[in-house]
């Protein structure tokens, strides 16, 4: 047991107190963490925008060892008078804290930490801002309580306006936000969770899991060991529960865990009571009318469209920005009137920027008549927007793709079809293989759109032998084809269904 608590403890700590205990105390009982390429891949992504940004102070001194081997060189460094520090750490008061960039500001005598974020400076959530300044404010208090005088506190992210036009100055690439004041005002939250924090890791056991009042894709590793009758499929499932906090509290404090022993009594609102209604009758809700006014209206040939994109931190295409999402690949079945289909595709083979290519690509293949039937309208109008935006003379046929959009997925999303097999979801890997299961994603060499951005990057941007190359761009149009293939059956079987 180790009562030293440090700032990545911490977060743990604000994340689920129970989380917290079994991870510091009896580490043995938590869930594995998921093997997910996409996750690993942000971690990576991660890493590599911190080391970018040390290029800004090239003369800095990069701390390295243990907690006690890195406190006591940072402390060392310090007396002999160097003044920029990677990663100097700081050992005190049984707390540990190690800075991605720790300065001297000679103007103000004292010094500023900057905390490295792989984030942009726009564009997401409070929750993850108030994250990232807690991880600073509470560096700040464990540097200052090693004796030394904080002035000021920032944090480096991504410049989110910045477009890579061959090599990449690093001050153009970042942007610089001070948080001095805001990380001030959490110290007293944060030194009272500290002291919480420390008696909690002398209990003989957690008091509780704060993660019972989540939905199921916020629940901490301790979950399952801590609540294990809670199924497979249950109230945490009921659709975006976790957006409905005080309901989720009213079902987990009345014991109502099981969907299908939700008193009647018991306030839903429209969609669980659909999902609990499916669930106990196990019929299908299948809303025709509204299916059937949605399919009328649409234009044939319907171009059946699927993007695979790669997102990097620091751009590695030309003419894009932080995290763009950059589509490489796409596949396109086209179903006319008749009930004709023609499939085209598109994958870019080269580490050449692939944004002007595949517009072009997309003005050969699809004409100007005709939805474009997508599964999620915001991830490919996004990206056409994308693409308008560094192809000016494709820029009217690109935003024309918006407009023609019809997003398969919406009447999912909105039970317009349920399913209880669907399983509170209305993700395509969910739908598919209950409504078409005869088609699977199960034995494709690359079966997921996380692993598609993995083995992609690899071949244009890694090292992958070359009797490996032309099979795995196979595999990647393999599975693209079958995500825009899996959209046309389901489009098929949804007409099946409203002429019976």
Same mark, same amino acid.
């Given at each position: 047991?180790?009562?030293?608590?440090?700032?990545?403890?911490?977060?743990?700590?604000?994340?689920?107190?129970?989380?917290?205990?079994?991870?510091?105390?009896?580490? &043995?009982?938590?869930?594995?963490?998921?093997?997910?390429?996409?996750?690993?891949?942000?971690?990576?992504?991660?890493?590599?925008?911190?080391?970018?940004?040390?290029?800004?102070?090239?003369?800095?001194?990069?701390?390295?060892?243990?907690?006690?081997?890195?406190?006591?060189?940072?402390? =060392?460094?310090?007396?002999?008078?160097?003044? =920029?520090?990677?990663?100097?750490?700081?050992?005190?008061?049984?707390?540990?804290a190690s800075c991605?960039?720790?300065?001297?500001?000679?103007?103000?005598?004292?010094?500023?930490?900057?905390?490295?974020?792989? /984030?942009?400076?726009?564009?997401?959530?409070?929750?993850?801002?108030?994250?990232?300044?807690?991880?600073?404010?509470?560096?700040?208090?464990?540097?200052?309580?090693?004796?030394?005088?904080?002035?000021?506190?920032?944090?480096?992210?991504?410049?989110?306006?910045?477009?890579?036009?061959?090599?990449?100055?690093?001050?153009?690439?970042?942007?610089?936000?001070?948080?001095?004041?805001?990380?001030?005002?959490?110290?007293?939250?944060?030194?009272?969770?500290?002291?919480?924090?420390?008696?909690?890791?002398?209990?003989?056991?957690?008091?509780?899991?704060?993660?019972?009042?989540?939905?199921?894709?916020?629940?901490?590793?301790?979950?399952?060991?801590?609540?294990?009758?809670?199924?497979?499929?249950?109230?945490?499932?009921?659709?975006?529960?976790? &957006?409905?906090? +005080?309901?989720?509290?009213?079902?987990?404090?009345?014991?109502?865990?099981?969907?299908?022993?939700?008193?009647?009594?018991?306030?839903?609102?429209?969609?669980?009571?659909?999902?609990?209604?499916?669930?106990?009758?196990?019929?299908?809700?299948?809303?025709?009318?509204?299916?059937?006014?949605?399919?009328?209206?649409?234009?044939?040939?319907?171009?059946?469209?699927?993007?695979?994109?790669?997102?990097?931190?620091?751009?590695?295409?030309?003419?894009?920005?932080?995290?763009? =999402? +950059?589509?490489?690949?796409?596949?396109?079945?086209?179903?006319?009137?008749?009930?004709?289909?023609?499939?085209?595709?598109?994958?870019?083979?080269?580490?050449?920027?692939?944004?002007?290519?595949?517009?072009?690509?997309?003005?050969?293949?699809?004409?100007?008549?005709?939805?474009?039937?997508?599964?999620?309208?915001?991830?490919?109008?996004?990206c056409n927007q994308?693409?308008?935006?560094?192809?000016?003379?494709?820029?009217?046929?690109?935003?024309?793709?918006?407009?023609?959009?019809?997003?398969?997925? +919406?009447?999912?999303?909105?039970?317009?079809?349920?399913?209880?097999?669907?399983?509170?979801?209305?993700?395509?890997?969910?739908?598919?293989?209950?409504?078409?299961?005869?088609?699977?994603?199960?034995?494709?060499?690359?079966?997921?759109?996380?692993?598609?951005?993995?083995?992609?990057?690899?071949?244009?941007?890694?090292?992958?032998?070359?009797e490996l190359v032309? &099979? +795995?761009?196979?595999?990647?149009?393999?599975?693209?084809?079958?995500?825009?293939?899996?959209?046309? /059956?389901?489009?098929?079987?949804?007409?099946?269904?409203?002429?019976?």
């Amino acid at each position: 047991m180790s009562l030293t608590i440090s700032k990545s403890d911490y977060l743990k700590f604000k994340e689920c107190t129970g989380f917290f205990w079994f991870w510091k105390n009896d580490p &043995s009982v938590l869930a594995p963490e998921k093997e997910d390429p996409f996750v690993d891949r942000l971690k990576s992504q991660g890493y590599q925008v911190e080391l970018f940004a040390r290029n800004l102070y090239p003369q800095a001194s990069l701390i390295t060892g243990n907690p006690a081997e890195a406190t006591s060189s940072t402390s =060392q460094l310090i007396q002999k008078g160097t003044h =920029q520090f990677l990663q100097a750490s700081f050992l005190v008061n049984g707390l540990f804290a190690s800075c991605d960039i720790l300065i001297w500001n000679d103007f103000f005598g004292g010094w500023d930490i900057i905390e490295v974020k792989s /984030s942009t400076d726009k564009g997401y959530n409070k929750d993850k801002r108030k994250e990232h300044i807690l991880d600073a404010a509470f560096q700040r208090i464990v540097v200052q309580q090693s004796g030394l005088r904080v002035v000021n506190v920032y944090l480096l992210e991504l410049n989110k306006e910045f477009l890579k036009q061959g090599e990449i100055d690093p001050n153009q690439l970042f942007n610089t936000t001070e948080i001095t004041t805001q990380c001030i005002e959490m110290e007293q939250e944060i030194l009272a969770d500290i002291s919480y924090a420390k008696n909690l890791l002398k209990q003989s056991n957690p008091l509780d899991c704060s993660c019972k009042y989540k939905g199921r894709s916020r629940h901490c590793r301790a979950f399952n060991y801590l609540y294990p009758n809670v199924s497979d499929y249950s109230i945490y499932d009921l659709r975006a529960i976790g &957006s409905s906090k +005080t309901m989720l509290r009213n079902l987990v404090d009345g014991n109502h865990i099981d969907i299908a022993k939700i008193p009647d009594t018991f306030k839903l609102n429209e969609k669980h009571r659909l999902q609990k209604y499916v669930h106990l009758s196990k019929e299908i809700n299948l809303e025709k009318e509204k299916i059937a006014r949605q399919f009328n209206e649409l234009i044939y040939p319907l171009y059946f469209l699927d993007y695979e994109t790669l997102a990097c931190g620091i751009p590695k295409f030309e003419n894009t920005y932080p995290y763009q =999402q +950059t589509v490489f690949q796409y596949s396109l079945h086209i179903l006319d009137k008749s009930g004709n289909i023609e499939h085209k595709e598109y994958i870019h083979k080269s580490s050449s920027t692939p944004v002007h290519i595949v517009a072009e690509k997309l003005r050969e293949d699809i004409g100007d008549e005709g939805n474009i039937v997508v599964w999620n309208k915001g991830f490919e109008g996004k990206c056409n927007q994308d693409l308008a935006a560094v192809n000016p003379s494709l820029g009217t046929f690109l935003l024309g793709l918006n407009k023609r959009i019809y997003d398969l997925m +919406t009447l999912f999303e909105k039970m317009e079809y349920l399913h209880d097999d669907f399983k509170g979801s209305y993700s395509i890997k969910n739908v598919l293989p209950v409504m078409c299961p005869d088609l699977s994603y199960q034995g494709l060499a690359v079966s997921n759109g996380a692993q598609a951005v993995v083995e992609y990057e690899q071949l244009i941007f890694g090292n992958v032998t070359e009797e490996l190359v032309e &099979s +795995t761009f196979d595999a990647l149009l393999e599975y693209c084809k079958l995500d825009t293939w899996a959209m046309v /059956s389901i489009f098929q079987e949804l007409e099946k269904m409203l002429s019976d």
